[in-house]
């Protein structure tokens, strides 16, 4: 049974996963490739050629949808670790309610919220600025980020920052020393969480960044529905890259504390 | 080391009182039981001591001098908690050495320490050991040798021997004495068996709801309960309404002789006596006894040593202990023999 179950999950890795990433190597080394060829009539790196000159704008693309993302993890932990601690270790009136509020982002229909934000951006100056597009992009990734660390305070013993306290250190040392380490493998989950809310986000900064915070979507979005899908592929290479790139790195840490995994759903 | 003083300590949350007016004094070098069921306030209480919460009102001295401006880290008072002892990401050794490195102590120094410390707890060579793959009694030799480490001026111990089993209580129980002992600490511990803290403690403050009920030396609250609950709580459920008058106290079974008044006036007061100092009269000797009540056997529960006996003394439920060789039935008639030496009277709280 054990047996089964795995070798099915691994197939339904390879299908879903890995086949698609495979044709979309095969569709961006293809040089022409028409129906009903089974493979592609002719190679070529036409496509990696457009996609590294500076004209297709995929180098700017990257580093400002990098570090959009950066910047929206850094302020999730800073405004969502906090939250997720009150809501994870205390019983309140009105609890329910705020993780309401809080989670309500993933229910409303982004477009909805834009729209009515948008003005108030502008009024803000915050429209088609880098920080308009950040705040616009913490709509979505905060609650991924509050929940999964809710669930991780909710399974959090306080007595070890308490032990540490009467040990001599203060606040800044126990976080650094006890707190740090003991939510490090749920941190590190809800931190790639959010980094890849904010990377695939397209309607938000489209419309908020106003075109002028040009990200990695944008560009791709519009091959897609080109005709070139030779550069769509190469692009949505570049696009998955740095996802996979980061599961592979943190597979460690989410390895070892199966329960960080495991807790996400609890709450 | 230091003496400990709490002046009117009172803790609120919200509706909740956790402790009221609280007035307690430890000596220096003294070890103190707080004891009380779950829920008394006792924790709240060494939480507050330790700086781990704000008091609603009244003051903590150390040495006399107020404490309530001095954060936990600076305060002293080091917390060995019952669960979630040791820090499960660090190695015994970090453990333990975690104190003298809040306290910047250069790593040579500290590994001595260290060493000479886990000698101290009978852990030697432990260093290396990762926290989870030590015994219960063996973290809990960690966590005081981390607190001890610090020469703390008080040590707080929550439910030291919660959660060891028969054999490693007792082991537990002539380490910490020892320790306590040979260092001179001032050390108090939160506990909800009275024979853990009469076993463990100098003296022993017990408080039931917040409210301190008595503080004392372990053997006054056998021998000399203050209220009905202490005595209750200490497993001594006798109870005999009277009214004193000298030497003796006027009950609805004649005049009971007394020798100790816990000095009383003359008046209505509560006599009471533990199970285990009462004797079974032979049947025959009603006439012309003293201090003898007649009883009705309700239950006979065999306890090991001795048997458990549910009497019905008038209106009154007692229990009395009986050598376990006595021939005992439901429903028996017996008589039984109040000693005056055991006889205890208690303030009527009613």
Redesign the interface.
Same mark, same amino acid.
């Given at each position: 049974m054990n047996r089964f179950l795995r070798g099915s999950a691994v197939t339904i890795l390879i299908v879903g996963v890995l086949l698609p990433i495979l044709s979309q190597v095969i569709w961006s080394f293809a040089g022409s490739w028409f129906f009903p060829a089974l493979w592609p009539q002719q190679w070529g790196v036409k496509a990696w050629r457009y996609l590294l000159s500076p004209s297709s704008q995929v180098g700017v693309a990257l580093w400002n949808s990098a570090l959009l993302a950066c910047t929206v993890v850094g302020l999730a932990v800073i405004i969502g670790l906090p939250a997720a601690r009150v809501l994870g270790l205390h019983h309140f009136r009105g609890k329910q309610w705020v993780t309401w509020l809080i989670t309500a982002p993933l229910f409303v229909p982004t477009l909805v919220v834009i729209m009515g934000i948008h003005i108030l951006f502008i009024r803000y100056n915050l429209a088609d600025t880098f920080m308009g597009v950040v705040l616009v992009h913490l709509i979505p990734a905060l609650p991924y980020f509050i929940l999964v660390m809710s669930s991780v305070f909710a399974n959090y013993a306080t007595e070890f920052e308490e032990t540490a306290r009467t040990l001599g250190a203060d606040p800044l040392r126990t976080f650094w020393y006890i707190t740090l380490p003991t939510i490090f493998p749920g941190l590190t989950v809800a931190m790639l969480f959010t980094f890849l809310v904010s990377w695939s986000q397209y309607i938000t900064t489209v419309l908020i960044g106003g075109g002028r915070v040009v990200s990695l979507p944008m560009i791709l979005f519009p091959f897609i529905s080109a005709t070139s899908h030779a550069n769509a592929a190469a692009v949505s290479l570049v696009f998955i890259f740095p996802a996979i790139l980061i599961l592979i790195l943190t597979s460690r840490t989410l390895g070892a504390s199966s329960d960080a995994m495991g807790s996400i759903g609890r709450v | 080391m230091t003496t400990v003083q709490l002046n009117a300590l009172s803790k609120q949350f919200h509706a909740l009182e956790a402790v009221k007016q609280l007035d307690l004094e430890v000596a220096s070098g003294e070890l103190v039981a707080l004891l009380g069921p779950s829920g008394c306030g006792k924790t709240t209480t060494m939480?507050m001591i330790?700086?781990?919460l704000t008091p609603t009102s009244g003051d903590i001295l150390f040495g006399g001098r107020s404490v309530l401006a001095v %954060? %936990?880290?600076?305060?002293g008072? /080091? !917390? /060995?908690?019952q669960?979630?002892l040791l820090? %499960?990401?660090m190695n015994v050794a970090d453990n333990v050495g975690?104190?003298l490195k !809040?306290?910047g102590i250069p790593k040579t120094e500290l590994d001595r320490r260290v060493s000479a410390m886990l000698d101290l707890v009978q852990l030697p060579g432990f260093e290396g050991r990762r926290a989870d793959s030590l015994s219960g009694g063996q973290q809990q030799r960690v966590a005081l040798a981390?607190?001890l480490i610090?020469e703390p001026q008080v040590l707080?111990l929550d439910e030291p021997l919660a959660n060891l089993d028969a054999n490693l209580r007792l082991e537990m129980r002539r380490l910490i004495r020892n320790l306590q002992q040979t260092l001179g600490i001032t050390m108090i511990f939160v506990t909800h068996d009275q024979e853990e803290a009469v076993m463990l403690a100098d003296r022993v403050a017990l408080m039931v709801g917040g409210v301190l009920h008595q503080y004392d030396e372990p053997r006054a609250f056998y021998e000399r309960p203050q209220s009905t609950t202490v005595a209750r709580f200490f497993r001594n459920e006798n109870f005999l309404a009277g009214v004193k008058r000298g030497n003796g106290v006027q009950t609805e079974f004649g005049r009971l002789e007394v020798q100790q008044s816990n000095g009383l006036a003359d008046g209505p007061v509560l006599l009471t006596i533990r199970p285990e100092h009462i004797q079974l009269a032979p049947t025959d000797s009603m006439a012309d006894a003293n201090n003898e009540l007649p009883a009705i056997v309700d239950a006979v529960t065999y306890m090991g040593g001795y048997l458990q006996l549910q009497m019905k003394v008038g209106k009154y439920a007692w229990t009395v202990h009986a050598p376990a060789n006595t021939k005992a039935q439901t429903g028996d008639q017996l008589t039984i023999h109040l000693p005056p030496a055991y006889l205890w009277l208690i303030a009527d709280d009613k």
């Open positions: - | 939480r330790a700086g781990l %954060p %936990p880290e600076r305060r008072a /080091v !917390m /060995v908690f669960k979630h820090f %499960p990401h975690f104190g !809040m306290r981390r607190a610090i707080l």
